[in-house]
């Protein structure tokens, strides 16, 4: 018999990818777990939790200090994860990649570094109504400390940026745009390229965060023409608490250190200090060396698993769940941009997002019920909160069908 | 605690109809309460005559447990005094955090929330309408003398 699973496989073998991430075999109230919240973060798979536990057990040491050989071994480690995010993002050199704690310290990093000393009281920073928080309080807190203004690119009912609207707000004043990639609340794929295309020829660069895009698509930052590319890891199959901001190396070596420290320096006196090469200028103190090398191994995963296969899962898994969920009667869905990734969120008529989420998890599904960090999306459409389900290259469109017999139970327990 | 118990029929019946939604006029005392994760955003209006709550009523959008536990507080407040809220504030805190301990006869209906304990993410949603209405209380307390004996 010809399954749906079966089919599937002559693309990817979801199956074999199911086993790669132990998560998937545990039990949540009795039923099987079926995780529907991978843009919050996605699961891990063998690769990175072994490759973490190695470091550990075997050649636990800092790294660009020592000489013994648990120090070499760990500084190669984690510098070889650095080649590997280079590879991810098809950044030119290792120097353009700086390790941080994830996509929000990136932005922190190119708001205080790179633009706060270039921006002079009135200035704009010019950003889209579809940001996650971390791509707006950042600049909020620069406008704060300097006396420049935050401007807002609209976006339509569907989720989509208004790119023409966008293009006719950048003038003179304008310092920087900032940008998702994917939008986390509306699953909004975004032209970046077009984007940089447009504000290139106003000299005005794009910080472009990138943490749901990865998992999803093949990232290229020099076709993209962006000039920053934030991304963290756990959202891409890596561990938390790492991610990573590109930029080209001669705007990072015109950029000032942001935070002083260990690591950052050639040399401290008390009359002045050298600071280090790139990267490690933007990376002081002892940096998150398990982290980083957890953050290659997710690199190799999803280059084994392969973006061809893994967006054809999640298309097939969009379409089913879209299609499924836009007939249920009283179910809207929030986002329905024309190039989306496998994101959806929506409300539904007289159950409110948090007791969906509460009853749906007691038959073992996880998904996201909230404001997903993106509250200004929440208020342009006038809806508290959401209910998300987000899916990845190893759920199974039987679990959607698990997701979408709960949903009618707390429909039903609710009305 | 299972899932039948945290929707039981009667807090159910208090999220379909929830009692005493709705502004209310001459209000004394009011505070708005948020839980911006979940999009909780509610009204509480109480009107205090001689240091005793007369009426209390609350309006705005919130999830079933945060509307239940509402509508049933909101049915709770009239006649008491702000003292008796904040010492019938801790005995609700207690129930939520212990399932086994025995019911609070005072507390009424308020009981069949303590199915709440089992579903600790939202244990916040049974408690925003009251932690909203002692800040309501609080706030404009001022000469609002209390009658409690």
């Not at chain 1, 545990?26 to 079926?34: I, N, Q, S």
């Not at chain 1, 490690?280 to 103190?285: L, N, S």
């Not at chain 1, 508290?384 to 039987?398: C, D, E, G, H, Q």
């Not at chain 2, 199915?115 to 209380?137: D, H, K, Q, Y």
Request: proline letters at 5%.
């Amino acid at each position: 018999m010809e399954t749906v699973e079966s089919k599937v496989k002559d693309q990817l073998d979801v199956f074999a990818l199911r086993e790669q991430f132990p998560v998937l075999a545990r039990e949540v109230h009795g039923k099987p777990l079926v995780y529907f919240d991978n843009a919050a973060t996605a699961q891990r798979p063998l690769k990175v939790i072994e490759a973490m536990d190695d470091f550990y057990r075997r050649y636990n040491a800092n790294v660009h200090r020592g000489v013994h050989q648990l120090s070499v071994e760990a500084s190669e480690q984690f510098e070889l994860a650095r080649d590997s995010v280079r590879r991810l993002l098809n950044a030119n050199s290792v120097r353009e990649v700086v390790f941080t704690r994830g996509t929000t310290e990136a932005v922190n990093l190119v708001a205080q570094a790179y633009l706060r000393p270039r921006l002079k009281s009135g200035d704009e920073i010019l950003i889209t109504h579809m940001e996650h928080h971390s791509n707006i309080v950042p600049w909020q807190l620069l406008c704060e400390q300097t006396g420049a203004v935050l401007k807002v690119a609209p976006i339509n009912k569907q989720g989509e940026l208004l790119v023409d609207e966008l293009a006719s707000m950048i003038n003179e004043r304008t310092k920087l745009i900032g940008m998702v990639h994917v939008s986390n609340a509306l699953g909004t794929i975004n032209p970046v390229e077009e984007v940089c295309r447009i504000a290139g020829k106003h000299d005005v660069p794009v910080l472009v965060d990138g943490a749901q895009a990865t998992p999803h698509m093949a990232v290229d930052v020099q076709a993209l023409g962006c000039d920053f590319y934030c991304v963290s890891a756990h959202k891409m199959y890596g561990p938390t608490g790492i991610g990573a901001l590109w930029a080209k190396e001669s705007v990072l070596e015109e950029m000032p250190p942001w935070q002083g420290g260990g690591e950052m320096i050639t040399r401290v006196s008390f009359d002045g200090t050298t600071y280090n090469d790139l990267p490690h200028k933007f990376e002081a103190g002892t940096p998150n060396i398990s982290g980083a090398i957890g953050f290659g191994k997710a690199v190799e995963f999803l280059e084994e698993t392969g973006y061809e296969g893994i967006v054809w899962q999640e298309e097939r898994l969009l379409d089913y769940a879209t299609e499924k969920m836009q007939a249920i009667e009283g179910l809207t869905i929030i986002g329905t941009a024309q190039h989306k990734g496998p994101v959806v969120s929506f409300t539904l008529e007289g159950a409110h997002p948090n007791d969906i989420g509460t009853i749906v998890d007691h038959y073992g599904v996880a998904i996201r019920t909230g404001h997903h960090c993106a509250m200004p999306v929440m208020q342009f459409f006038d809806v508290p909160a959401t209910a998300r389900v987000s899916f990845a290259p190893y759920n199974l469109r039987n679990e959607i069908d698990i997701f979408l017999e709960a949903l009618d139970k707390a429909r039903n327990m609710l009305a | 605690m299972g899932l039948d118990q945290l929707y039981q029929q009667v807090i159910l019946d208090h999220n379909r109809s929830p009692r005493h939604y709705r502004r209310l006029e001459g209000a004394t005392h009011s505070a708005r309460g948020r839980d911006a994760l979940c999009g909780d955003d509610i009204l509480v209006e109480l009107r205090l005559v001689e240091g005793l709550i007369e009426e209390a009523a609350f309006s705005g959008e919130a999830c079933a447990i945060t509307t239940a536990s509402a509508s049933m507080l909101m049915d709770w407040l009239p006649g008491r005094c702000p003292e008796a809220v904040l010492t019938a504030y801790e005995k609700f805190r207690d129930l939520l955090d212990d399932p086994a301990s025995a019911d609070c006869p005072e507390l009424g209906p308020m009981n069949g929330l303590r199915a709440v304990s089992g579903f600790p993410a939202r244990v916040r949603n049974a408690l925003l309408p009251w932690r909203t209405a002692i800040e309501g209380l609080q706030r404009a307390r001022g000469p609002a003398e209390s009658r409690c004996d």
